[in-house]
């Protein structure tokens, strides 16, 4: 449910998808708390946080990454990178999403990151969703739902989401499987309808052989920070 919609500007823009995430992405820094260590995800969204948050690196104390990218572009932007082990709470963590409802869930794994992005958003007080208006929905499902997979479980696995209705393939890059920074395997679903997320997550989670399925309701959002023709929206959930 939306308690809480704020249109930052009230002038019409017209900005690509790119310029819409650069926007979300500097958006977001108003969340970041100085002297803290802030809890970042993956993506091109993600990627304009970065940037962002390169501009204030002296005045955080680092930051805990979800994915082997996030980490490199960090580290490059010269922010200290944190084992999660090592850190008890996050305050805020910032990602994007490939699509987020209304209510606050998301799918996301778009970039194969789901696994390690589940992790971080578990030990984060507040979840910051950052995206452009493209990836706003009111049903879960229109984007195929990214499944992280042990690979000796991926053909049960599709057979299971196939007996749901779904339509489900095993993520290739150059002819063969992509292969996630945790050493799996992904499935994309195309075809479902994703319309009770917390449930569906919990059914999917206790499946033989799923690390990780890309519905995001347990944890939801918190905020999200909408990027479209009017600026940024901001939803508080
Ligand atoms: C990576 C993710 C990303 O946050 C999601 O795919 C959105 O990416 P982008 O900002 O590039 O559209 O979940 O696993």
């Known amino acids: 449910m ?19 995430k ?12 100085k002297g803290e260590i802030i809890g970042v995800g993956t993506g091109s969204t993600v990627n304009k946080f970065i940037d962002a948050l390169a501009t204030i690196k002296d005045s955080i104390k680092g930051a805990v990454s979800s994915s082997v990218a996030s980490t490199e572009k960090l580290k490059a932007a010269g922010i200290p990178v944190f084992d999660l082990n090592d850190v008890e709470e996050i305050g805020v963590y910032v990602d994007g999403a490939d699509e987020v409802t209304e209510g606050g869930f998301m799918i ?45 479980s991926a053909a049960r696995i599709m057979r299971q989401f ?61 905020v999200c920070l909408l990027g479209g023709p009017t600026g940024v929206t901001t939803y508080t959930f």
């Open 2 to 20: 939306v308690l809480n919609k704020i249109a930052v500007f009230s002038q019409t823009l017209a900005m690509t998808q790119d310029e819409l």
């Open 22 to 33: 650069t926007l979300v992405g500097q958006a977001a820094l108003k969340y970041v708390v």
């Open 162 to 222: 196939k007996a749901m209705g779904g339509d489900a393939s095993i993520r290739m890059v150059n002819g063969s499987p992509l292969i996630t920074d945790n050493g799996q395997y992904i499935v994309d679903v195309k075809g479902l309808k994703i319309t009770h997320p917390v449930e569906f997550e919990n059914q999917i989670s206790q499946w033989p052989g799923v690390v990780t399925v890309g519905v995001f309701a347990v944890q939801r959002a918190h």
């Open 108 to 152: 996301k794994g778009g970039g194969a990151a789901l696994t390690r992005e589940k992790i971080v958003a578990a030990q984060a007080k507040q979840f910051v969703c950052i995206a452009d208006d493209s990836k706003w929905v009111s049903v879960l499902g229109n984007f195929p739902l990214p499944v992280e997979v042990i690979p000796m």
